[in-house]
């Protein structure tokens, strides 16, 4: 079977960092070869940027803070991404450029069109082969923000920023069905582990 790239994206406060460990743990009893990674960063390169667009005293404009988001991207992609892919390794990144067009498009306002040439350019054909979108009412995204550690410049935004963030990301699914898999990650702990642990056994059937 050809090594599947999965990414797990969603608005903050949707609960990738949990749901990372439910993917984890699908992957290790299935004995499955696989690489976890994340963006902004994976790379030396790429987590300094990371640390540059997370920051909140960092003053970026809206086209410089989308070409680092693709700069770090780039580098990802040629360092670790391909590579494994490559070795026939599955890879799994919390987020990816599904993040930029609904961040930095959604959110900050970069026309999506622009966003599209630059993904063309450093991606090429690559595309994920499923994208697991956690999704969750903003009113309980705020309510897990509110309570997690200091903000980053991103978790700073108002309400109506991830609002926009949301409905790019949910657009998005909803266009392509066949790549997305949105789940509910306002339900139980139990219910969403149930629904991801479906979506990759569905996936891994359908491409084994």
């Not at 608005?11 to 070869?33: C, H, M, Q, Y």
């Not at 667009?53 to 404009?61: K, V």
């Not at 920023?161 to 997305?180: G, I, K």
Request: net charge negative; proline share 5%.
């Amino acid at each position: 079977m050809q090594a599947q790239f999965i990414t797990l994206d969603g608005i903050d406060g949707a609960g990738k960092s949990t749901n990372l460990a439910v993917i984890k743990d699908w992957f290790e009893r299935r004995k499955l070869p696989v690489l976890f990674t994340r963006e902004p960063g994976g790379t030396p390169v790429g987590e300094a940027l990371r640390e540059i667009l997370l920051n909140p005293s960092t003053q970026a404009g809206l086209h410089t803070e989308t070409l680092l988001m693709f700069a770090a991207r780039c580098q990802h992609i040629e360092d670790v991404i391909l590579p494994a892919l490559e070795r026939g390794v599955n890879v799994v990144s919390d987020r990816f450029t599904d993040a930029t067009f609904a961040y930095q498009g959604g959110g900050r306002g970069v026309p999506l069109e622009k966003i599209a040439v630059l993904e063309n350019w450093v991606q090429g054909s690559l595309r994920p082969d499923l994208t697991i979108l956690l999704d969750v009412p903003l009113e309980v995204s705020m309510q897990r923000i509110g309570k997690s550690r200091e903000k980053d410049r991103f978790e700073q935004e108002e309400a109506a920023f991830f609002n926009r963030v949301r409905e790019v990301y949910l657009n998005r699914a909803a266009a392509a069905p066949e790549r997305y898999a949105v789940i509910d990650s306002s339900r139980s702990p139990e219910d969403v582990k149930s629904g991801i642990e479906a979506v990759l056994d569905r996936h891994f059937s359908a491409h084994g």
